[in-house]
């Protein structure tokens, strides 16, 4: 969750970092710091709250030099406060570190340390990193090797950055397991390092990203790679196509109202080289996916958390209709915990927007351990998710800086269409005339999806309408049963109001009690097979007085005359329909968080990429 950027090379690195820290806010974080090597000494600023109070400080008392590290702290061990923000330095103030990741032996740690007689300066647990630095450093071996030996007492997924006034030339950044990822950038005679590629992209766009237990020594002159234990490794750096304005708001007020609006645009990127609508078929290379193998696969496991997981529970639907596989959804941090029974023939299915979520990469490991073929579905190219998978597809959505997921929801729900559609065709299971007409389907996406947002005025008045509610709750069933969680999701993440996504079928099994005027219900009903039940739905909900908020299909005159408030989407094909729903609920969600004075980038307590468990 924390954000990392380190500056090495001619320039002063102090703006390129806090430009860098700034392009990071969307991971979310409780207070922020920088150091810099300034005349040969460390100089630390760090303070609580949003990142302006720091640039405040160093306005009041700047620090400048050309070798720098800048850390966003999303608080685990220590109140968020300046004393435990990053940077942190040991004892001797030669050693300065950021860290991303639990120490989860921190006070077995702490204690062998204290009994050695160094004092703490801080709650936190990554103290204890810097400390271990600087015991190995004092029996006079170089930064990387004593940082080797430090990382070698942790135990838990960790990236870690240093530096260290004794040695002004270099570096020392490495990655430990699933958390925590590293990348470093390549410039002419300046290196650049971060969390995450937008911290460095106005800069370069040539990246290495460390794997794990990979260490990476940064120069001004480039990149000694090393595994952990010393051994030297070979690379090739990343390419990254994407444009620094794409990280922008432009006209929009806020990243997720443009992230929403961009959906048109990411919906036609998923579908974009991997659709020949002539032959009717699906093309997904980086699969790796074979005929052979298809027919062999006995069941999928979908394994995601909160917004991937719901776009999981659409995707089941998709792959057993269409291609007739069993899928089950399986929450990504119980999977790992409930002893899964896996085949050689399981294929096991991550979806992550970051591919860094550290329970998602976590059951991808105990799948892969225990003989499953894995995949993943993920936005963030050369992502830890990505690069441990057996195949993948890449959502090709473009940087989603807003915390509340949107346009990494729909785009996966595009890629589980046509991974269903593909291995219905190698699978021989799909005749020609089925398989083209879902293909064609595909065409019309982008296009559905911009009349929906077309009619964001009239989401604005029914947000008007809801804005002062404490209370919802959402109704879907068959496809969009998914869609109903995640409106209820969104509606919590960015406006704080308690609500909840259930079956419709489900509302007379303990819901409907609360139903009066006081709580309002949103009912999910385009015209699809079960329009008639969510109806029933609308019907049963009237009779007890709740206000109904109802998605349905234009030229509904039946819901029309139900509902106080209809949000109309265009006829589409029901399996494609979850795409199109969510939309008006993201909207919806947006605009109310909007009318309510709240921070819709950054909502509280939560971030973007959820690195620990």
Known sequence: MCGIVGYIGPRDATPIILNGLK???YRGYDSAGVAVLQEGSIKVRREAGKLERLLALVD????????GIGHTRWATHG????????PHM???GEVVLVHNGIVENFLELREELVAEGVEFKSD????????????????GIPLEEAARAALSHLQGHHGVVMVSSKEPDKIVAARIGNAGGVAIGFGQDEMFVASDIPAILEHTREVVFLESRQMAV?????LKLETLEGEKIEYT????SWDPVAAEKGEYRHFMQKEIHEQIRSLTDTIAGRVDFEEGRIRLPQLNLTADFAKKIDRIIIIACGTAAYAGMVGKVLIEKIARIPVEVDIASEFRYRDPIITPNTVVLAISQSGETADTLAAMAEGKARGATVWSIVNVIGSQAMRISDGYISMQSGPEIGVASTKAYTAPLVDQYMLAILLADLRGTLPEAERKALVAELARVPDLAGQVLAREPEVVKVAEALKDITHCLYLGRGVNMPTAYEGALKLKEISYIHAEGYPGGEMKHGPIALFDESMPVIIIAPRDPWVDKMVSQIEQSKARRSPVVAIATEGDSVIAGLADHVMYVPETPWMLSPIITVIP??????????LRGLDVDQPRNLAKSVTVE
Request: glycine share 6%; charged share 20%; hydrophobic share 40%.
């Open 79 to 86: 109140e968020p406060n300046a004393r435990n923000a990053h």
């Open 218 to 222: 940064v120069t001004r002159a480039g």
């Open 124 to 139: 936190t647990d990554t103290e204890v990193i810097v400390h271990l630095v600087e015991k190995h450093l004092a029996t």
């Open 23 to 25: 392009r990071l806010e």
């Open 90 to 92: 040991g004892a001797t």
């Open 585 to 594: 609920l993201q909207l919806l969600a947006y605009h109310i968080a909007v």
């Open 60 to 67: 009041e008392d700047p620090i400048s030099g050309h070798l």
């Open 237 to 240: 750096p990343d390419i990254i």
